[in-house]
Nanobody, 126 residues
Framework: QVQLVESGGGLVQAGGSLRLSCAAS????????MGWFRQAPGKEREFVARISLGNGYISYADSVKGRFTISRDGAKNTVYLQMNALKPEDTAIYYC???????????????????WGQGTQVTVSS
């Protein structure tokens, strides 16, 4: 099992930036996939971005492409989400998730991940 701890959330004005961090501990594997999801009040949890720790493959939700950047620091077992040009509709609780790299799996679906952090609140004011 992997333990995940998010940090870096907060309150920011529209157009501002935040950087979220997700520190992983426990059974981390180079073949893991780590993702960021978010959930706004009254809405389902939605995919934001993901990265494969082995080959660095990255994908983003269309709603954040060009504004958000996911990256990793292998030495620190940490994944980051740099969020720029934030909009009020980005307001949500952001969750970090982890799973092993497996074939025939859609890593843009929350159910594909076994381990989750506690979440960090991001609020963007207009």
């Amino acid at each position: 099992q992997v333990q995940l701890v998010e940090s870096g959330g907060g309150l920011v004005q529209a157009g501002g930036s935040l950087r979220l961090s997700c520190a992983a501990s426990g059974r981390t594997f180079s073949s893991s996939v780590m993702g960021w999801f978010r959930q706004a009040p009254g809405k389902e949890r939605e995919f934001v971005a993901r990265i494969s720790l082995g080959n660095g493959y990255i994908s983003y939700a269309d709603s954040v492409k060009g504004r958000f950047t996911i990256s990793r620091d292998g030495a620190k077992n940490t994944v980051y989400l740099q969020m720029n040009a934030l909009k009020p509709e980005d307001t949500a609780i952001y969750y970090c998730a982890a799973t092993r790299l497996k074939p025939m799996v859609n890593f843009q679906i929350a159910n594909s991940y076994e381990d989750w952090g506690q979440g960090t609140q991001v609020t963007v004011s207009s």
